[in-house]
C-alpha cells in the first residue's frame, strides 16, 4: 500500500483514553467518529472550517468537557444484520439499501488537489478546512510548512515550497497593517470584529500562494453507495495520493459499516470496477492526444463562457404550473406560450412568488432549464465553485498554460514584485516535476492564483441558488467575479430568470468583507 507523509499528532495517556471511544483510530489521517450524538458530529465538522488544528484535538479543546464519556466503539453489525445485508445487497443487487446507513470520516492532513477529488462525488456531505480563514505562516514541529511531501520530488521541491511559503508569511504580515491602513475602524465596528475582518481580507489577498500542495483537513458525511464509489474512483486514481488516502479510508469503513464496502476488496467485484475506471481514464488521455487536444491555449484573462442552453422560459413557466394543473404539459405549455410576453413575465413573479431572502427558493419548474458554462478561473475560486453538489462540474489538470491572476490590491500596496516572484518559483518548479516524468504530480507544486479551465453545468434553480450565494458581499472577490458573469450570460438568453435572482450583490466598492459577519457574530449582537 503506498504510504504517505504527514505530520504525526500525540496525546498524552489522559486524552488518548478520552479520545478512544469516540475516533476509529488515534495515529492515522483518516479516520471515523462513533459514540457521538449525530448533533455534536454535526457541531465538530460545522467548527472545523475555521480551527486551526486537527479534529481530534478540536474535540479535546471545545467538545469533550460536554459530551457524555462512553465506553465501546460502535459498528459492530451483529451476524443476523450482516447476513440479511448480504442476502439483499449482493444477492439481489438492491444498491438502494447502501443509501441507507452512512458515516462521519474525517480526511486530514490531504493535498488540496486531493480534496477536490474527496469531493467529487454529489450524494455527500463535505466540510473543508478555509484559507480565507486559517493562516499557513507556522511550521509544525518536526515537520515544517504544511504541504504534502514526496521522495520522489527531491530536495529542489521542498526548498521551492519552503520559499513561496516564506513569501506568503511575508506578505500577509505586510497586507495585514496595508488593509489595516485602508479601513481604519469605524466608530460603530469593535475593535474585535474590524482586526478579524482585516485578517480575513489579508489573507484573501494572499491565500493565491499557497501551493495546491497546502495540507487541509476534510470531513465527509456520505452514505455506505457514496463511500463505495469514492473508495474506488481514490483506488482507481492515478495519484499516489489519492490511492493512499483509498486504502486508509477503506480502513475505516470496514470498521464501521464494514457490510456496506464488501464489494470493494472483491477481485471480481471491486478489483474488476478498478479496472474499468483505469482504462476509462486511459481511453480519454489515449484518444485527445490522438485527436491534437493535449495542449492548453493561452489565456489573458479569466473568463466565463455560456457554452449550451437547454430548455425556454416558456417551457420553464408552463413547468412551474404542472403540479396545480390537471392537463398534461403540451397543454400547459401551448396555453403558456400564447401569452404576451408582458403577461409571461408577470406570471413568472407570481409563481415564484415573494422571496424573503435567498433561502426563498422557486418550485422545481426551475429545473426544466439548464446551462452549461465554461469557465476559466485561479484555482482558489474553482476550489469553491467545485463543492457545490447539485451540478456536474468536469475539470482540467491544472496548469500554467492558462496563466496566474495577481490581486490589484497587493500592486497598489506595492507587493505585487514579491507576489509574482514566488508564482514563478511555484511554476519553475511545476516545469521540473513534469520534466521528470510526474505529470500528475507536477500541479502539487503550483500555486492557487494559477488558473484552471472547468465546466459547470447546472439547472436554473441551482444557478439561481449558487450565483445569489457567490456574488455576496462577504464572498472571495474571484468567484464573486464568476457569479456576476454567470448571471449576465443567462440574462442574455433568458432574461426573466436572471431578473428573478433578485439577492445578487452587485457592489463593486472595495470593503472589509467579512466585517459584518464579524460584527453579526460577536457575543450580545
Not at 415573494?354 to 476550489?383: K, L
Not at 479551465?453 to 444557478?463: G, I, S
Not at 448571471?487 to 431578473?499: D, F, K, L, S, W
Amino acid at each position: 500500500m503506498q504510504s504517505v507523509t504527514v505530520p504525526v499528532e500525540i496525546f498524552a495517556d489522559e486524552e488518548r483514553e478520552r479520545l478512544a471511544p469516540h475516533f476509529t483510530n488515534l495515529d492515522r489521517p483518516v479516520f471515523g467518529l462513533v459514540n457521538l450524538p449525530e448533533t455534536v458530529k454535526g457541531a465538530l465538522f460545522a467548527r472545523y472550517s475555521r480551527y486551526q488544528g486537527t479534529l481530534r484535538r478540536l474535540f479535546l479543546d471545545e467538545f469533550a468537557d460536554s459530551v457524555p464519556e462512553a465506553q465501546a466503539i460502535e459498528g459492530a453489525e451483529g451476524k443476523r444484520a450482516a447476513d440479511l445485508y448480504e442476502r439483499i445487497f449482493l444477492g439481489y443487487g438492491d444498491d438502494s439499501v447502501a443509501q441507507l446507513g452512512g458515516a462521519h470520516i474525517a480526511c486530514e492532513w490531504t493535498s488540496n488537489l486531493l480534496t477536490k477529488i474527496l469531493q467529487r462525488p454529489r450524494l455527500a456531505a463535505y466540510l473543508e478546512q478555509s484559507t480565507r480563514y486559517i493562516a499557513y505562516d507556522d511550521q509544525l514541529e518536526g515537520f515544517g510548512y504544511r504541504y504534502h511531501r514526496d521522495a520522489r520530488f527531491g530536495p529542489q521541491y521542498e526548498r521551492a515550497l519552503d520559499d513561496v511559503f516564506e513569501t506568503y508569511g511575508r506578505l500577509l504580515e505586510q497586507t495585514t497593517a496595508w488593509v489595516g491602513e485602508q479601513f481604519p475602524q469605524a466608530g460603530d465596528e469593535s475593535a474585535g470584529a474590524h482586526t478579524r475582518a482585516v485578517r480575513a481580507k489579508a489573507l484573501d489577498l494572499v491565500r493565491g500562494l499557497l501551493p495546491a500542495a497546502t495540507l487541509s483537513h476534510v470531513g465527509i458525511y456520505g452514505s455506505g453507495q457514496t463511500y463505495e464509489q469514492l473508495v474506488l474512483h481514490l483506488l482507481a486514481h492515478p495519484l499516489a495520493e489519492a490511492r493512499a488516502y483509498g486504502n486508509l479510508l477503506l480502513e475505516e469503513l470496514q470498521k464501521i459499516i464494514p457490510s456496506f464496502v464488501v464489494r470493494v476488496p472483491r477481485e471480481d467485484r471491486g478489483g474488476r470496477w478498478i479496472e474499468f475506471l483505469r482504462e476509462r481514464r486511459e481511453a480519454g488521455t489515449a484518444a485527445a492526444a490522438r485527436l491534437g487536444l493535449g495542449d492548453a491555449e493561452p489565456v489573458s484573462v479569466p473568463s466565463v463562457r455560456l457554452l449550451r442552453t437547454h430548455g425556454t422560459e416558456e417551457e420553464l413557466v408552463a413547468a412551474l404550473l404542472f403540479e396545480s394543473s390537471a392537463t398534461g404539459e403540451d397543454d400547459v405549455l401551448r396555453t403558456v406560450t400564447a401569452l404576451g410576453a408582458d403577461e409571461r413575465a408577470a406570471l413568472l413573479r407570481e409563481l415564484i412568488g415573494t422571496r424573503e431572502n435567498r433561502r426563498h427558493r422557486p418550485g422545481r419548474g426551475f429545473e426544466t432549464v439548464s446551462y452549461r458554462f465554461e469557465i476559466v478561473s485561479d484555482y482558489g475560486a474553482f476550489r469553491d465553485l467545485q463543492r457545490h453538489r447539485l451540478l456536474t462540474c468536469q475539470w482540467q489538470r491544472l496548469s500554467p498554460d492558462l496563466g496566474a491572476d495577481l490581486p490589484e490590491e497587493l500592486v497598489r500596496a506595492g507587493l505585487g514584485g514579491e507576489y509574482e516572484r514566488a508564482l514563478e518559483v511555484s511554476r519553475v518548479e511545476y516545469e521540473r516535476l513534469r520534466s521528470e516524468g510526474l505529470v500528475e504530480e507536477a500541479p502539487y507544486a503550483l500555486s492557487l492564483a494559477y488558473r484552471i479551465r472547468y465546466v459547470l453545468e447546472l439547472d436554473a434553480r441551482e444557478a439561481l441558488h449558487l450565483i445569489e450565494l457567490r456574488s455576496g458581499r462577504e464572498g472571495h472577490p474571484s468567484y464573486r467575479a464568476v457569479a456576476h458573469e454567470m448571471r449576465r450570460e443567462i440574462a442574455e438568453v433568458h432574461p426573466n430568470i436572471a431578473a428573478a435572482m433578485t439577492f445578487v450583490d452587485d457592489s463593486t466598492e472595495e470593503r472589509l468583507e467579512r466585517l459584518l459577519s464579524e460584527m453579526r457574530n460577536e457575543p450580545g449582537s
